[in-house]
């Protein structure tokens, strides 16, 4: 496991939902347009089955998605390589969304494109979009890690509290701590530094 940070997308960068389109491959849940309606913020999370980070998040993230319904759209995304991490592959995800109920899309990126057009850098990674489909708040869901605390979400809660309300949302904004992406040999990009 290499811990590594988000790399802090600009906010107000498009959410890049033609290369979402174009490169993921459904696993479980509605289809994607249906999660990113314009008109409407969107939650993009990285996850993995495998990571212990998600794991210490999982129960936080079928929380906000009984919350979020009818109010925001959600998507989960798996970007790890399936040669060097077999069970971050489809029946793994499956079996993940299955285990915690999740009825949000949740894709596979087995080309790793959509991880690179977002630079995400590790799982989970966080992106939260504003009703125009801009880039309002990325980083943590909280600041608590695996064999702490447990996760509340409060810090993705309040900036979606804020977009949701209309006020602006709440800075400092602080990079998600995880394992890293694992990158197909060869295909890491200039920001992964494991």
Avoid at 34 to 47: D, E, K, R, Y
Wanted: aromatic residues 6%.
């Amino acid at each position: 496991m290499v811990l590594t940070s988000s790399t802090m997308l600009p906010l107000g960068t498009p959410l890049p939902l033609d290369a979402m389109r174009a490169a993921l491959r459904p696993v479980t849940g509605g289809p994607l347009e249906a999660a990113a309606p314009f008109g409407s913020p969107v939650l993009v999370l990285f996850l993995c089955p495998h990571c212990p980070f998600v794991k210490h998040v999982e129960a936080e993230l079928t929380r906000l998605q009984g919350d979020l319904e009818g109010r925001a759209g959600l998507i989960g995304l798996c970007s790890n390589s399936t040669a060097s991490h077999p069970q971050d592959g489809p029946a793994g995800m499956a079996a993940q969304a299955a285990a915690r109920g999740w009825t949000f899309p949740y894709l596979q990126d087995p080309d790793q494109s959509v991880a690179q057009a977002f630079r995400a850098a590790c799982t989970p990674d966080v992106f939260l979009f504003d009703r125009a489909h801009r880039l309002a708040y990325r980083g943590q869901l909280d600041g608590s890690r695996p064999g702490g605390e447990p996760c509340d979400g409060r810090d993705l809660r309040a900036a979606l509290a804020a977009l949701l309300e209309g006020r602006p949302v709440p800075e400092p904004q602080r990079p998600a701590i995880g394992c890293n992406i694992k990158w197909r040999a060869g295909a890491e990009p200039p920001w992964f530094s494991g």
